[in-house]
């Protein structure tokens, strides 16, 4: 599969920062943390946007960071709830191919203590497994690819997106 760029879309804990960083060592590319363009953009961290606009507003925030980023030969590692912004992942599906990183739930809690603290777009009431029964038809529906790391660790996990990926002439 031959795209300028990857995109990583999963949930909050798959590794999509720490496997980006990785790949895009390995690969030659730039990495890009969508979540830090947000904190950078609007000079505070994800939790306190989230605690002074709402999750609504936090996703509207992150669908117009998203959707403006431009790269080329890029990892882009994605906020979990980017995939609540269609405008978002239909601007990275025109600039890149997108991976969603996928983990059954019960490993995906055992990986997650403080979820708020990640800034993690919650509504009110709404559990990890509610997020996880929400998000997981949106990540399918935008995956070009997906990887299911079940098993697997981070060096298994950037092998097998970048077997996807062969190298193109010229890296």
């Known amino acids: 599969m031959e795209k300028q760029n990857i995109i990583l879309i999963g949930m909050p804990g798959v590794g999509k920062s720490t496997a980006g960083v990785i790949l895009a060592k390995l690969l030659g590319y730039q990495f890009i943390d969508a979540d830090l363009m947000i904190q950078q953009q609007e000079g505070k961290l994800l939790h306190e ?7 609504d507003g936090f996703l509207a925030v992150e669908e117009r960071v998203n959707s403006g980023i431009c790269a080329e030969r890029a990892v882009i590692a ?35 203590h403080d979820i708020r603290g990640r800034g993690v777009a919650l509504r009110d009431g709404q559990t990890l497994y509610d ?9 399918e529906k935008y995956a070009d690819v ?3 790391e079940y098993g697997l660790n981070i060096e298994q996990t950037v092998a097998r997106i970048a077997a996807c990926f062969p190298p193109v002439s010229g890296t």
Do not use: N, W
Request: charge should be positive; aromatic fraction near 12%; glycine fraction near 10%.
């Open 49 to 55: 946007i989230i605690r002074e606009r709402g999750t």
């Open 78 to 112: 994605t906020g979990g709830s980017v995939v609540y912004g269609a405008k978002a992942m239909e601007h990275y599906r025109r600039i890149g191919a997108v991976v969603y990183l996928s983990l059954p739930f019960e490993e995906l809690a055992r990986r997650l």
């Open 131 to 139: 997020l996880y029964q929400e998000r997981a038809p949106l990540y």
């Open 146 to 148: 997906t990887i299911e």
